[in-house]
């Protein structure tokens, strides 16, 4: 698709982003008593507006379509995915852009997680074993193109269905996922999309194998 032919078109853009890992606070340079000049403070602004991650996508490519980031922590792709869907169904774009990165740009970061117990001690993952004892943080930066089934030009897979939830409230605490929370999803999901969950064959989890 040539993003030529999408411009001033309903197309949305959802980014997914989460604030762990991307500097945060207003640096020294666009202080108030900084000599730097008022162009670079200004473009400090924009440059650091977490909503403009997507607006910016929807300028330069002149998209109309909702243009909105997501921030659920490690889940935030995944829900932007969903708000995409929904709208694609809803009729409010008609094509859509799904975004998200992870890259590790702070080292205190990886310092918080290893004094929180959350990243492996030996940088090993063990999911699904009874040594595991944390993950192993990577980077990565992924986009996808949705478009309903009857305007794709070429398919590499099908969106059945997409669902969100949270656990509400728990015994354990606000941090801890519910497994009980996760199945009744799971469980919804299929059956809006009546799908039998015996004839799926693969299977991609979120596995932390964090404690």
């Known amino acids: 698709v040539s993003p030529q032919s999408l ?15 991307m500097p945060d606070g207003i640096p020294d340079e666009v202080q108030p008593d900084s000599q730097n000049s008022m162009t670079e403070t200004l473009l400090w602004v924009p440059g650091n507006s977490k909503c403009l991650y997507a607006n910016r996508v929807s300028f330069v490519f002149d998209f109309k379509g909702p243009s909105l980031v997501t921030d659920t922590a490690c889940s935030s792709s995944l829900v932007a995915f969903n708000l995409a869907i929904n709208d694609l169904r809803l009729g409010k774009c008609d094509q859509a852009i799904v975004g998200g990165s992870q890259i590790n740009l702070q080292p205190f970061t990886n ?19 009874e040594s ?15 478009q309903r089934r009857p305007d794709a030009k070429r398919v590499y897979a099908t969106v059945l269905n997409s669902g969100v939830n949270i656990d509400g409230n728990k015994t354990m605490g606000m941090f801890f996922p519910s497994a009980d929370g996760q199945q009744e999803l799971m469980i919804k999901t299929y059956k809006e999309a009546n799908v039998d969950p015996l004839k799926v064959t693969y299977f991609e989890a979120h596995a932390t194998g964090t404690k």
């Open 132 to 146: 595991a004892d944390g993950f192993v943080r990577g980077e990565t930066v992924a986009c996808l193109f949705l």
């Open 7 to 21: 411009r001033g078109s309903q197309t949305g853009v959802y980014i997914g982003y989460s604030t762990f890992g």
């Open 111 to 129: 310092h918080i997680f290893q004094t929180t117990r959350l990243n492996s001690f030996d940088g090993v993952p063990k999911v699904w074993d």
